[in-house]
């Protein structure tokens, strides 16, 4: 399956298509591993990330939420590109998600800040990728 994202004039780097396959985008979106201690500081960043608003077990400082699953073990759970679908577009695999579409553009619930451009841009995906894979059981540091 072929997903393809649009955007607007309004972001720096437009979304490239990606290729779904199964329940994952086995490929990076941008061609290159990312870097595991800047996908921590975006994961765990409150204004960035966002992703302790709904997840605990990331580490971090920030007050975490329990809308979605605790994230403690979750690199033991899913592979890289099982990872890379839920945070390019969740919705793919469950229409009635709460969780954010990270690099999808159209048809999005996200404030008008945000229309028309992804909330991470696709290095920054790759590095929370990086960080979330390492993360394989029990508390991460904080």
Do not use: F
Not at 14 to 27: F, H, K, L, N, R
Request: with cysteine.
């Amino acid at each position: 399956m072929l997903l393809a994202l649009t955007q607007s004039a309004h972001a720096q780097t437009p979304p490239s298509p990606v290729t779904i396959v199964g329940d994952a985008i086995p490929d990076p979106l941008d061609g290159r591993t990312g870097d595991a201690e800047r996908g921590r500081a975006i994961a765990t960043d409150t204004r960035k990330g966002l992703c302790p608003l709904c997840h605990t077990g990331l580490g971090g400082t920030a007050p975490s939420g329990d809308l979605g699953p605790d994230l403690a073990d979750v690199g033991a759970r899913l592979s890289a590109g099982r990872l890379r679908l839920r945070l390019v577009d969740g919705r793919v695999l469950n229409p009635a998600s709460l969780m954010p579409s990270y690099y999808r553009t159209d048809g999005t619930r996200v404030a008008s800040a945000w229309r028309g451009r992804p909330v991470l841009e696709a290095g920054e995906i790759e590095d929370v990728i990086a960080y979330l894979v390492t993360l394989k059981g029990g508390a991460a540091t904080p």
